[in-house]
């Protein structure tokens, strides 16, 4: 979903002069420059810390979302309950990219990456060839899916990126009970998000604590005193091996 707003880059802004460019007809990709696959924080701050060092050569950015790179710590936060828009979530302006001569390819997954001595070529999805002399794979991480059964229901979503918040909100904004299976940062902001909003919130954690990984055992405690008080139920050492329509 995008409104007029929206930090969306042009899907064929490319970065000036040549270099990491898509290809021209009949002539393969040049090999020079920067290609960063993953056009999110740590991408982008490559492609900064690459001009901040003087780097003049191109670099061009390509991500498979259709959005410029935004931070994703609001989306299950201000941005999950509505009090953020979209454009607030843009790391930079898209006046920034043509100012640093950063070039933003939107839309468009890395398939394959062909490596030669003096650089390669990557492959999108829609069949782009992508010339580089440097690579940098900055591709981030995924949800884990659970693997039981039921885990594809309607109704069962995820959170990681800009479209899963937004699906999220919808659906929040007429659910009555929400489970949310993972008691870590993210589960728990989700959750506080969801109480906010009325619901009646559950959020079920396979460790015996929250935020096991993270946290030591007395700031789990207090945090799951905190959930408690504001009416979340949190269920501990509880492995979901089954999710089940209806009530
Ligand atoms: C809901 C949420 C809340 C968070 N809150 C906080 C917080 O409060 N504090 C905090 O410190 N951190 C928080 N984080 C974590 C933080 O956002 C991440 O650490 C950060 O996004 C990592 O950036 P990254 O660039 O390494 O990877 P990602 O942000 O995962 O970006 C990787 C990008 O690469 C793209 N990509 C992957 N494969 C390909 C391919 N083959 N071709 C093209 N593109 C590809 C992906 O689509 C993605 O856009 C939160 C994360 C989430 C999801």
Known sequence: MSTGEDPVMPSDHQPPGPGPSADRPGTPPRREGTLIV?????????????????????????????????????LSKEYLSGALEPSALAFRSPAFYAEQGIGLLTGERVTSVDLSADGGTARTASGRALGFARLALTVGAAPRRLDVPGAGLDGVLTLRDRDDAERLRERLATARRVVIVGGGFIGLETAAAARARDKDVTVVEAGPRLMGRAVAPAVSAAYRAAHERRGTRVLLSAAVTGLRAGA
């Open 38 to 74: 993953g056009a999110s924080q740590a991408g982008l701050q490559l492609a900064v810390a690459l001009r901040q060092a003087g780097d003049t050569s191109p670099v061009l950015l390509v991500g498979e979302e259709p959005y410029a790179p935004y931070q994703r710590p609001p």
